[in-house]
């Protein structure tokens, strides 16, 4: 009793930090705007053809691949350094994690067993038993590697070679956002071998002829067969590219909207008041991307591949 007596009373929030914190933030927003807005005025420069003109800047070279370095037929760029980061973290992960297991699970542990559970009912959901065991990994692995992907391209990294900084004599490239999926390669990739895996599945399952009856309705007969058997032969091939465009198009649109509103923009117009005023925007985009959209578009390109695959073996 005297132990619980003698116990430090616990401190009591206070319900107006939270307030007086985004009172702060709004202040030093608001403050940063006159700031900005007394320095270098609320108009566009007068000469921004002639800056353009001397120094070009398009926001679209950010995405430019810049050879390093080659080995043998391969160019080394930052393109290859994510795919080949976000390929040792996956692996790494996984092995680790696989042989780390514990009845308490922590975080890291508690994240895999989510998304093993969740890939696993992707499969089980549209393929049978055997072709779920099947190509179980290769949805879970893909889910994997493309969330590591996007999630890895909003950590900002010296990789922008084209521009550099001087730090005590070292020249640094400049620091940047990149995914490995904003490179339409990557995607392309994958796509591929999702196409490929579900367009043997089905030859193995149905034959050659067979499977090309399969990709026709059911109910479908007469003339109107020439003209829907033409569509759906093509609508399987476009497969390849909704599953490249969805993904590379969704990242790189993101990546482009944070940095035009984190100053791109204010740097084509030659208007710095309006880099800070944009910035808010580009913080929320930020945020939005970087915990829905990556995780979004790993879960649509795995779940595609499991409904692909079981439909070329099921038939429509």
């Known amino acids: 009793m005297s132990a619980v007596a003698s116990a430090p009373a616990s401190p009591t929030p206070n319900p107006n930090a939270r307030r007086n914190a985004i009172r702060a933030v709004a202040g030093f927003y608001v403050f940063g705007l006159i700031v900005f807005g007394v320095i ?34 391969i ?18 992960f996984l092995l680790y994690l696989s042989r780390h297991m514990s009845r308490r699970p922590g975080r890291w542990q508690v994240a895999l067993e989510w998304m093993y559970n969740l890939t696993r009912g ?55 956002i990149y995914a490995a999926t904003t490179n339409l390669s990557v995607p392309l990739v ?25 990709l026709m ?29 969805r993904l590379w198009a969704n990242l790189m649109a993101g990546h482009l909207l944070i940095a035009f509103m984190a100053g791109d ?14 910035l808010p925007l580009g913080i929320a985009i930020f945020l939005f991307e970087c915990v829905l959209i990556a ?8 779940i595609l591949t499991a409904i692909y695959l079981g439909g070329a073996v099921s038939g429509h």
Do not use: C
Request: hydrophobic content about 50%; overall charge positive; aromatic content about 16%.
């Open 295 to 302: 995780g979004l578009q790993a879960f649509i390109f795995a």
């Open 40 to 73: 270098y005025g609320i108009k566009g420069h007068k000469n921004v053809s002639v800056t353009r003109a001397l120094n070009p800047f398009s926001p679209v070279d950010e995405f430019k691949l810049d050879t390093w370095f080659k080995v043998g037929p």
């Open 122 to 176: 992707m499969s089980q959901d549209n393929m049978d038993e055997k072709m779920a065991k099947k190509w179980f990994p290769v949805i879970f692995t893909l889910f994997v590697f493309i969330l590591v992907s996007n999630v890895i391209g909003y950590i900002p990294l010296p990789v922008d070679s084209a521009e550099k900084f001087n730090l005590f004599g070292a020249h640094i490239p400049s620091f940047q």
């Open 75 to 92: 160019d080394f760029n930052k393109g290859v350094l994510y795919v080949v980061v976000a390929a040792v973290i996956t692996l790494g």
């Open 265 to 278: 923009l204010s740097v084509l117009l030659g208007l710095q008041f309006l880099g800070w005023f944009t």
């Open 190 to 214: 994958l796509a591929l071998i999702v196409f490929i895996s579900y367009t043997t599945e089905g030859i193995r399952h149905s034959g050659p002829i067979g499977y090309l009856k399969g």
């Open 217 to 245: 309705p059911p109910g479908v007969s007469g003339g109107m067969r020439y003209f829907i058997f033409p569509l759906e032969v093509t609508s399987n091939f476009l497969r390849l590219i909704s599953l490249t465009i």
